[in-house]
């Protein structure tokens, strides 16, 4: 039966019902279990903000705290996942894949490829991303598009507490390795979510708000200062049809293109830098696709194109808001040839 | 003051859990005639759309609440009066109202249901009740449902009644694992059920719909001393003739683009097929266990490679000659099992036909079905 649990322990519920499930599901990464000084049995940590917490009592031996070494654990992951393994690591924050980058990209991305579909890699990288704690430059990033780029990789955005719970069961489930992108800002998001196990396939996106007006198509955090936006606008008379993507690889064009041929007008909402971004991508994909649809020019509400600052009245303003996706919905609604 | 001809007419509570309703259509306007039964007005809540239809008949005098407006279960949204009742009378009444409205519901999470549960070989077979006291009425969804399908009538059933509605093995909040699928098998879990809410072996009224109906005539036919009256809504197993379309389409489908013209063939009206409605189940069909449950009941309710339904009620029906009275319901429009077949079964059975409604007239004329089982309890009695 549903009931409301948090973002953070939806996730947790899910590693532990597939570990319950299948012993070769094993969580590793840094402070999952104990932390700095701690010989692990304290349980102390459970990651950096506690996803794992609990686990390393219920699974002895299948819960690893690693050095902060990431080309080592992602690594000892990626092979564990080609030796039958199917190991969940926790990248901590996903501005740190730049030093186990090699691993993931040219390595557990091509396997399946290059051994003409004879190996599979079912690894699990979680990790977290987004700007809003003051963490600055080095700790807020959006590295969703970079992973989305490339052949080979599932990537996962999970907005609510249900999502985050289905798309790990299915992100254990899946023989590729799959990116799962989890928002700093959302784990304290209270949901629904059955106590059952269920997996969310990959590669169908979620209209989570119906409406005939306009399209946003936004993805993890965004999807609720979209929603934010679009309840301020229906006391307005504009009704926005809200496409949440879950995964952007695979992507579902279906039903984004479906939205857009309905309404015509498109905003996409991305918390990432705007070039080479999902926002892009989005637009180019309706501009080649629906562009008969199209009554308006694609308008994109991403962050703007430099680090995160860390001045907190600066990454106030960094961050996409409620206020500019009306401005730019707004903007699509009232065009005019 | 007030004129005790004045009939208010209120919010529904639909579902246990339902606290609000926001009207998103008026279909009668003041000074309407209506009859019992009429459409009155379209009814949004964070789970459903339905029809209000009237309890009673009269004129519209004054219409309350207005088109988008939230108001709590119980409060007064109109009010139907003879001509002569005057206006002073009339706008105290609407007063009263407009204050009820007003001051909406405190989110104090008390509307949570009560959901117990029963075991029953190894199996969690959950169920939940709406009344306190009175005769006991169990109802029993269909192949694929759950205990929300009786969401317009539970509440409205339980005045004087205590109403349990459960979820079958393999459905809702139940255990998934169906065993072998057999009727016999969900019979076995609805006898524990009824241990359970009638320890002492006193019989309950049974409302079964579809595979449900089938179920209850089994269980009817095992124990018919539980058993105080039997209503069967397009029950399966009257007939060989089924939508073994839907049936397969509904175990098959995989998405949302694939379950919605599935689930739209259950009702006449197919505007009732929500966004909300397919992705409540969706949910549901991909609760891991769930496929395999409804490929298992597939094997009961259909032959193999054939078109045909495999479920034999009438042998049941006709076991029970008149120890236990029966009641059949079908809707007119029904695209699932033909409404013909209600003449299939032999006896002193009570029939309604339900005119235009589909496969789930306990959804699409609640009101209709609740007078046709109330007349078949009463008759029990």
């Known amino acids: 039966m549903a009931r409301n649990i948090t973002y953070r322990e939806a996730l947790n519920e899910a590693l532990t019902q597939e570990m319950e499930r299948d012993e070769s599901v094993i969580v590793m990464g840094e402070d999952n279990a104990g932390g700095e000084g701690a010989p692990g049995e304290h349980d102390a940590w459970g990651g950096v903000l506690g996803v794992t917490k609990g686990l390393y009592h219920k699974f002895p031996g299948r819960v690893l705290d690693t050095p902060i070494s990431e080309s080592a654990f992602i690594g000892a992951a990626i092979g564990a996942a080609t030796a039958g393994m199917r190991p969940v690591a926790e990248l901590m924050f996903v501005d740190f894949m730049g030093v186990c980058f090699d691993q993931i990209y040219n390595q557990a991305a091509k396997f399946r490829y290059m051994f003409g579909g004879k190996a599979v890699t079912p690894v699990v990288i979680r990790t977290m991303y987004g700007a809003g704690l003051r963490a600055a430059a080095q700790h807020s990033q959006c590295l969703y598009p970079l992973f989305t780029h490339i052949p080979g990789l599932k990537v996962v955005l999970p907005a609510t507490p249900y999502d985050a719970k289905g798309l790990m069961i299915q992100a254990i489930r899946d023989n590729d390795p799959v990116l799962f992108f989890e928002h700093k800002a959302l784990y304290d998001l209270s949901g629904p979510v059955p106590e059952e196990s269920y997996a969310l396939p990959f590669g169908e996106a979620n209209v989570v708000r119906e409406g005939g007006d306009v399209t946003i198509v936004a993805m993890g955090r965004m999807v609720h200062t979209s929603l934010e936006a679009a309840e301020q606008l229906a006391a307005g008379g504009v009704q926005c049809e809200v496409v949440d993507l879950r995964t952007t690889s695979p992507l579902d064009e279906d039903t984004v293109l479906e939205s857009v041929e309905g309404t015509g007008r498109l905003v996409v909402v991305d918390e990432a830098n705007p070039r080479c971004s999902m926002a892009t991508d989005i637009s180019a994909l309706v501009a080649r696709k629906a562009f008969g649809s199209l009554q308006a020019p694609i308008e994109m509400v991403t962050a703007p194109h430099t680090p995160v600052p860390f001045s907190g009245a600066l990454e106030d303003l960094y961050i996409p808001d409620a206020q500019r996706v009306v401005n730019a919905v707004k903007t699509v609604a009232e065009y005019a040839r | ?381």
């Open chain 2, 1 to 381: 003051m007030s004129d005790d001809r004045i009939v208010p007419v209120t919010m529904p509570k639909w579902g246990l859990s339902m606290r609000l309703g926001k009207i998103t259509d008026w279909i009668v306007a003041e000074g309407d005639e209506v009859s019992a039964g009429d459409d009155l007005a379209d009814i949004e809540t964070d789970k459903i759309a339905g029809t209000l239809e009237a309890g009673a008949g009269g004129t519209v005098r004054r219409i309350i609440a207005r088109v988008g407006e939230d108001v709590p279960v119980s409060g007064t949204i109109a009010l139907l009066a003879p001509a002569d009742v005057s206006d002073g009378d009339l706008d105290a009444a609407v007063e009263q109202a407009r204050a009820v409205i007003e001051a909406g519901v405190a989110d104090d999470g008390s509307a949570e249901p009560v959901v117990e549960t029963a075991e029953a070989d190894g199996r969690q077979i959950r169920y939940a009740r709406a009344g306190q006291d009175g005769d006991a009425v169990l109802l029993i969804h269909g192949y694929g449902g759950d205990r929300n399908s009786w969401l317009f009538l539970q509440e409205p059933l339980a005045a004087g009644r205590r109403v349990y509605a459960l979820d079958l093995p393999g459905h809702g909040t139940s255990t998934k694992d169906v065993g072998d699928g057999s009727v016999d098998l969900l019979a076995d879990a609805v006898l524990a059920v009824l241990d359970a809410i009638e320890p002492s072996g006193t019989s309950v009224h049974l409302v079964g719909h579809s595979l449900g109906g089938a179920v209850a005539a089994a269980v009817a036919a095992r124990d018919p001393g539980r058993v105080r009256s039997l209503t069967l809504i397009a029950p399966a197993g009257f007939g060989a003739e089924i939508n073994a379309g839907y049936l397969r389409g509904f175990a098959e489908a995989q998405t949302r683009r694939e379950l919605k013209p599935v689930v739209a063939q259950l009702f006449a009206d197919e505007n009732l097929v929500t966004r909300q409605l397919v992705d409540d189940l969706l949910a549901y069909k991909r609760l891991d266990g769930v496929d395999a449950a409804l490929r298992a009941l597939l094997g009961t309710l259909l032959v193999a490679d054939a078109d045909a339904q495999r479920i034999d009620t009438t042998t049941a029906i006709a076991a029970l000659g008149d120890a236990v009275p029966v009641t059949v319901i079908w809707g007119s429009a029904d695209r699932i099992i033909p409404a013909a077949q209600a003449d299939l079964v032999k006896g002193a059975v009570r029939r309604h036909l339900i005119d235009g409604a589909g496969h789930m007239p306990q959804m699409e004329r609640p009101a209709q079905v609740q007078s046709a089982i109330e007349a078949a309890i009463a008759e029990s009695t």
